[in-house]
């Protein structure tokens, strides 16, 4: 038998270096899978392609129609807006979660109570009531003739109460994600700004919040894809220019809904895919000047090459190949220690 | 509040560190038992003691990110965190005790680098915040303050693909931008790789040199014996005995002090 002679010699010193050679383990079952997903995915595209309910020649005709590329427009629009007031609103109950002031923690525990503890939709709903439960808008002191009155109706259209309801259910979640974007980061950063005699916004603006915002930029992405989703719920308003909406409309006239569904899945798919890839982008550039495992490998073999101290983690010879101008690489053991 | 002395207002050259009876504690548990300790200028302190003797916590009194519960600290005559008038105490607002921060540089044992941030940033950024100087003249001084730390052409690395030692002199760069006339140090080499020691320690031996006042909270008696004017063993929230540290270090008089020392040297 070759077998116990064929092993010793790659643990020996002549070989080891010499690239393993040996009979791959076969894996049969990952073929059969894999053939069969195909096989089934395949029968589903073609079977799509001929079954007349999907109606595809209406699909390219309603994708580029004027009513649903202006729907998409509204769409998006609902999306920043709401995103962004979510956004302001969510870092400020952040910030107030974390206040050392009872009263302002508890209203910031409420607001989150109130607008994570119910769906979006009933939210949206009362909205599209509220003139019902408020008339008018009054602005002065309270108990007192008001200084300006107008009606809700006319201030607050559907539009504009769409994108309230969405906003602020939205900054309930925003909260929460940068509320553990700031706890994220460490408290020594905190104590040498304010130890070089920075303020306490100089100490958020420039040191914690750039940090945590790569805690904070992929849930928020996430936040964002979901949002453009959740657009398809001001109907409860109800407000109807929006992408799901307007083709529903649009097939209530046809009555051929099918296509009308699969022109807003695409749409919203194309959007989706924008923003995956606006999110990658955000994250990498926030990882900055932090050794990021996966997105920076490239960037950390470079600096490696450069400084020649971060590659050997364990190995522990550093101080070796740093520049020629350092002064001390010969003293350290002498100095001190003992 | 005991304080035997007035503020200092009545001696020519008030000491840099004045420490009357300070006492810090967290919840019931007292970290600080009264230390009392003067620090001249120019005067180079190092700090002793077992973990938890309280060294960490005093330093941090220094510049306010720990507040006393009782006694007295000053700096430059200056008392920290509080504004005296008409015989009363006021608490400083933050704005003022930002302003008293400025002066007093401080050294982490974690470094604390601003890890966005590369070297030069990291050492720019107080002066051009804080002090709202010219970016131009800020960055001059940047890199001339990288280049006595050694580490002139590490100037944009960012603080990860640097060591631990070049990183900790990036950070004493950093304290020493803001043009500090006390510059603290909280075990500055106690989280580096012995042979990263070394580097540290010879930027702090320069300072100490050119005449900085340092208050070195560390566990390095070589450097203790070789740069320090003073130096004070500290256990158990007290100062157990002080002096100068070839005699502290040579005949130490407190038994505490032996077997402490006993364990180190």
């Known amino acids: 038998m070759n077998g116990p002679a064929a092993v010793t010699p790659p643990l020996g010193q002549p070989d080891a270096s010499a690239p393993i050679k040996a009979i791959r383990l076969r894996h049969p079952w990952r073929m059969v899978f894999a053939v069969l997903l195909v096989a089934i995915f395949a029968l589903f595209v073609i079977d799509a392609a001929f079954r007349p309910a999907y109606d595809w020649p209406a699909v390219g005709k309603y994708l580029f129609d004027r009513r649903i590329s202006m729907a998409a427009l509204v769409t998006i629009e609902l999306t920043v807006f709401s995103m962004v007031i979510a956004i302001v609103l969510g870092v400020i109950l952040a910030v107030m979660r974390l206040s050392p002031n009872p009263v302002v923690k508890s209203v910031a525990w409420f607001y989150l109570w109130i607008f994570r503890g119910t769906p979006v939709y009933v939210q949206l709903t009362i909205w599209g009531l509220i003139s019902l439960i408020y008339t008018t808008i009054d602005i002065g002191l309270p108990f007192m003739t008001p200084w300006i009155s107008f009606s809700t109706n ?42 070089l005699g920075m303020s306490w916004s100089q100490t958020m603006t420039r040191v914690i919040l750039p940090q945590s915002m790569r805690v904070i930029i992929p849930p928020t992405g996430n936040e964002v894809i979901s949002m453009l989703k959740t657009t398809s719920l001001v109907t409860a308003v109800p407000f109807s220019l929006e992408l799901f909406t307007r083709s529903r409309d649009i097939s209530a006239e046809t009555f051929n809904p099918i296509p009308l569904l699969i022109v807003a899945s695409i749409w919203y798919l194309f959007f989706t895919s924008i923003l995956m890839v606006g999110q990658y982008f955000l994250e990498k550039r926030f990882s900055r000047g932090v050794g990021d495992r996966q997105s920076n490998k490239s960037d950390a073999g470079n600096a490696t090459a ?33 | 509040m005991s304080g035997s002395t007035g503020p200092g207002s009545t001696v020519v050259e008030p000491p840099m560190v004045l420490a009357e009876q300070v006492t810090k504690s967290f919840g019931s548990n007292e970290v600080l038992k009264g230390i009392s300790l003067e620090v001249r200028r120019g005067e180079v302190m190092c700090l002793v003691g077992p973990s938890g003797s309280g060294k960490s916590t005093f330093l941090r009194c220094i510049n306010h990110l720990e507040v006393l519960s009782a006694g007295r600290l000053s700096v430059d005559g200056e008392l920290i965190g509080y504004r005296e008038s008409n015989g009363k105490l006021y608490e400083m607002a933050p704005k003022e005790a930002a302003k008293q921060r400025r002066d007093i540089g401080m050294v982490f044992q974690r470094f604390n680098l601003f890890p966005h941030m590369t070297a030069l940033q990291n050492v720019m950024e107080a002066p051009l915040r804080v002090k709202g100087l010219p970016k131009a003249k800020v960055e001059a001084t940047a890199r001339d303050l990288l280049a006595r730390v050694g580490l002139a052409d590490r100037a944009d690395y960012y603080p990860a693909h640097l060591s631990g030692g070049q990183q900790q002199r990036v950070a004493i760069a950093r304290a020493l931008a803001m043009e500090p006339k006390l510059m603290l140090f909280d075990e500055p080499t106690s989280a580096l790789d012995p042979e990263l020691v070394g580097e540290v320690l010879d930027v702090m031996k320069g300072l100490a040199k050119e005449g900085m006042t340092m208050i070195v909270v560390t566990h390095e008696m070589g450097f203790a014996r070789e740069v320090a004017d003073s130096l004070v063993f500290m256990d158990a929230g007290v100062v157990v005995e002080s002096g100068l540290p070839s005699e502290v270090l040579a005949n130490p008089r407190h038994a505490r002090t032996q077997a402490f020392l006993s364990k180190v040297l």
């Open chain 1, 306 to 338: 450069l400084t020649g101290a971060l590659p050997v983690i364990g190995a522990g010879q550093p101080t070796v190949v740093l520049p020629p101008k350092q002064d001390t690489p010969g003293t350290p053991g002498t100095e001190g220690a003992r």
């Open chain 1, 154 to 195: 006319a201030a607050l259209n559907t539009f504009t109460l769409a994108v309230i309801g969405l906003a602020l259910n939205e900054a309930a979640y925003m909260a929460e994600i940068v509320r553990a974007g700031l706890l994220s980061v460490d408290k020594g950063q905190e104590e040498a700004s304010i130890a």
